[in-house]
């Protein structure tokens, strides 16, 4: 009987394990950049085509070329709230980093932690105050205070009949002077219009 037992105990481990080790299915590795659309929702080649539209007018605006020229440094800036205002979930934060790295990489613009970062930066200088050696402590009333701030929104428009929808994305990015809440560069890309087929409809 204790053999019947542990017979069947160890084929239903394998047949666990085996079922386990399958949820993957086929996986296919593909270059990052290829562009792929499964469900007709936002994804990466989204993400990519918007962002290198946006950045390009952003980083030739003219306010940050008047800025630096009148100034005779670069602006300074901080990183918004990207607002996600379509009808899907939409991480909108991979699309204000990309615009991030790519204004600093740019050369044109200086960047300062957002307001979602200071918090960990200040309580490691505050503990420098307490814990560090007075060579190397930093000060605190030494931040560097934004010039502009980077906002933007992700909004859908969706269009639907029977077996078939549209999904047009809108993007917009927006540099506003802080001190004087003046707009200084507005931005849109409309460029992502998708067509969405239901499979095995009877049109």
């Not at 084929?11 to 007709?40: K, M, P």
Request: one cysteine or more; glycine letters at 6%.
């Amino acid at each position: 009987m204790k053999k019947v037992f542990y017979t069947v105990l160890t084929a239903a481990l394998v047949f666990l394990y085996a079922g386990c080790g399958s949820t993957s299915g086929n996986v296919e590795r593909i270059a990052a950049e290829t562009q792929t659309d499964l469900s007709g929702y936002w994804n990466d080649t989204d993400v990519r085509i918007v962002a290198e539209n946006l950045i390009d007018q952003c980083v030739n605006a003219k306010a940050i070329a008047a800025f630096s020229y009148g100034k005779k440094r670069e602006p300074v800036v901080i990183l918004g709230t990207f607002k996600n205002q379509s009808d899907e979930h939409i991480d909108t934060t991979i699309l204000s980093k990309k615009f991030e790295i790519a204004l600093i990489n740019s050369g044109k613009v200086d960047f300062v932690a957002s307001s979602s970062e200071r918090g960990e930066i200040r309580d490691e200088r505050n503990e420098q105050q307490t814990f560090a050696s007075e060579s190397t402590a930093k000060s605190l009333g030494n931040e560097t205070g934004a010039d502009f701030m980077l906002i933007g929104a992700v909004k859908t428009i969706v269009d639907s009949t029977a077996g078939k929808s549209t999904r047009t994305y809108y993007v917009t990015a927006e540099l506003i002077d802080i001190e004087t809440n003046r707009k200084l560069w507005a931005g849109e890309d409309s460029s992502i219009k998708k067509v969405i087929k239901t499979p095995n409809y009877r049109y």
